[in-house]
């Protein structure tokens, strides 16, 4: 007995998997098992449910591969284990990532490559949420302190040139014109 069984789970926050089961459903999976948070937990009770629920000869269908796990090393595993207990992999959206397909090979690393990076793009925005939610913002912290930037205000009222506040100041010229860009904009929007 060959069933199609589908997986999905939130992979952004917010996204939700409503559309993502639909998907499923519509491809012909008579049973479709999520899991709804997007916090990136190694725990995923919906994918243990979907593993323990398949039999062989069943094939577990998802939207995409990164559904199935967080990198292309675990899902790699993840595939192999399914194939292993002689159930197949279907993925809707890099259909080289399937098994039982005659892909060439060239297309198969094309598609895992292509997985690679969405799995880390991911990775790297859950990461930024995760710091915004703390109150920390990415990338390098600015050199123009509260002061400064008053100092180079003042300096730009006296009609002083931007590479000479940059000097006065110890920044670059551009830090400067980030700085006034930025002051004048809030000013603009305080009135």
Avoid: W
Avoid at 56 to 71: E, K, L, Q, R
Avoid at 115 to 121: A, I, Q, T, V
Avoid at 130 to 156: D, H, Q, W, Y
Wanted: with cysteine.
């Amino acid at each position: 007995m060959t069933r199609l069984v589908g997986y999905t789970r939130e992979v952004t926050p917010g996204a939700g998997t409503a559309a993502d089961a639909a998907q499923l459903t519509l491809a012909g999976a008579e049973r479709v098992f999520t899991d709804d948070s997007a916090d990136g937990a190694a725990e995923r009770p919906g994918l243990r449910e979907c593993l323990e629920f398949v039999e062989a000869g069943d094939t577990v269908v998802v939207a995409g591969a990164a559904m199935i796990a967080s990198t292309a090393a675990q899902f790699l595993t993840a595939v192999s284990g399914l194939v292993g207990r002689g159930v197949g992999f279907r993925s809707l959206s890099e259909p080289a990532l399937s098994t039982g397909t005659d892909m060439d090979p060239a297309s198969v690393f094309v598609a895992l490559e292509s997985l690679r990076r969405r799995l880390s793009s991911l990775q790297t925005r859950a990461g930024m949420e995760a710091a915004a939610s703390k109150g920390r913002r990415p990338g390098r912290p600015t050199v123009m302190t509260p002061e400064r930037i008053a100092m180079a205000v003042e300096l730009r009222d006296l009609g002083r040139p931007v590479t000479h506040i940059a000097r006065v100041l110890g920044v670059s010229a551009n830090a400067v014109q980030r700085a006034l860009a930025s002051h004048e904009g809030m000013a603009a929007n305080e009135r």
